[in-house]
Nanobody, 116 residues
Framework: VQLQAFGGGLVQAGGSLRLSCAAS????????MGWFRQAPGKEREFVAA????????YYADSVKGRFTISRDNAKKTAYLQMNSLKPEDTAVYYC??????????WGRGTQVTVSS
């Protein structure tokens, strides 16, 4: 499975961005696609995830109410709509696919920078 994330950029605080992550290659029908982020000097952290089969979603507390994850199964693509962005959301964002209990496949990150 190959993943390609795009949509990052520079935005002012309070603004919005939408990230996309397209999967290619062999994928099962029941994988989970997640978004993670890593800020400079910090550990990578979970942001959101969506179950491909039933659309169940999960969010980190820090983004609940501001970020929305969705998916288009036909396009094998997941989206992360980020609203009310804060400077602390600045990070490199990664998408990943979980198989079983492990996020096994990772895409290259996309930089999100929120200016104050």
């Amino acid at each position: 499975v190959q993943l390609q994330a795009f949509g990052g950029g520079l935005v002012q605080a309070g603004g919005s961005l939408r990230l996309s992550c397209a999967a290619s290659g062999r994928t099962s029908s029941s994988y989970v696609m997640g978004w993670f982020r890593q800020a400079p000097g910090k550990e990578r952290e979970f942001v959101a995830a969506i179950v491909r089969s039933d659309g169940s979603t999960y969010y980190a507390d820090s983004v609940k109410g501001r970020f929305t994850i969705s998916r288009d199964n036909a396009k094998k693509t997941a989206y992360l709509q980020m609203n009310s962005l804060k400077p602390e959301d600045t990070a490199v964002y990664y998408c990943a696919v979980r198989v079983g209990n492990e996020y096994k496949f990772w895409g290259r990150g996309t930089q999100v920078t929120v200016s104050s």
